[in-house]
């Protein structure tokens, strides 16, 4: 476990996954991070690579060959390096290997680092394609969950007490809906407005709410009762995801900046079709990244 902290945040980062476990505010003690309970999810935020979701018929095709992939892909249940290790940064990488070939038939260097700066926490995703002369095709997102507010409703049920998230800038956004075993239709996606959505468990019925977003877009969680927001900037992250688990209902709500999407309805099977995947030439590099800032205490929407 790896623990970066300056005079705002105290946070830990597990090798295994490259991932976040705790963000704790130095004044108060306050954990921001859910964590982990396998009644809900025993998951805190994993990194998703090199896909999101799911794979129609949970597979895809690549020149002639059928792969089988699982959910959100393998780096969060694989072991990291970490190297560079500061007070206030640290970087985890991973490299292709006889058995991620069998299941992702290319080469590839996955590093993610943190960076910690106040109250801040940027976090970046750089991909190598060390190949000469063979592309890679990839997906890569965060999914971290953030402790929020719990009561009882008037039925003496579980829900979110005053939770709600906004985007700024505020505006109409295409919210992608989910279809059956976890694939996206986007032929029935609409544009809504996004301004100070309240949520409720019922709210993730359909599992997560997804929608496409500009390189300005920033999504903030408002939790009133414990006087806590915390913002999300994404940077070559073109989708948004907000979940909680339905029906079970817990006392999390992730923020997942992705930079793709689990397969649409209408999906070909060709990974190199694949709608939203990123294309990597030889002997390039990629980033995409995103800034978490914590707050706690007083703070206006």
Known sequence: MITLSNEALTISINEVGAEL??????Q??????????????????PVLFPNIGVFKENSYQYEGNT??????????????????????????YIKSNEDTLKVYPFEFSFQITYI?????????????????????????GGHPAFNVSHTSNKSGKPEFD??????????????IPFFEGGLTDRNKAKYTLVENIPLLHRTFKKDALVYQISEHTEVILNDPKNEVQVRMKPNRMNFMGIWSPYPAKASFVCL????????????????????GVFELSPNE????????????????K
Do not use: C
């Open 28 to 45: 108060t003690g306050y954990e921001f991070l859910w964590q982990g309970d396998p009644k809900y999810w025993e998951r805190q935020a």
């Open 256 to 275: 997942e900046p992705w930079a793709g999407l689990s397969d649409d309805v209408t999906a070909t099977g060709d990974i190199t079709e694949k709608y």
């Open 67 to 92: 792969y089988h992939l699982n959910r959100h892909g393998f780096a969060r249940d694989m072991e990291f390096v970490a190297q560079n290790v500061t007070n206030n940064s640290a970087s985890f």
């Open 21 to 26: 476990t705790s963000v704790i505010d130095k």
């Open 285 to 300: 590099i990629m980033t995409h990244d995103y800034t978490m800032t914590f707050n706690k205490g007083p703070v206006s």
């Open 116 to 140: 910690l700066f106040d109250n801040r926490i940027t976090v970046t995703y750089e991909i190598l394609n060390p190949s000469s002369k063979e592309k890679i095709y990839y997906n890569v």
């Open 162 to 175: 005053e939770v709600s998230f906004h985007f700024e800038p505020s505006g109409q956004y295409l919210n």
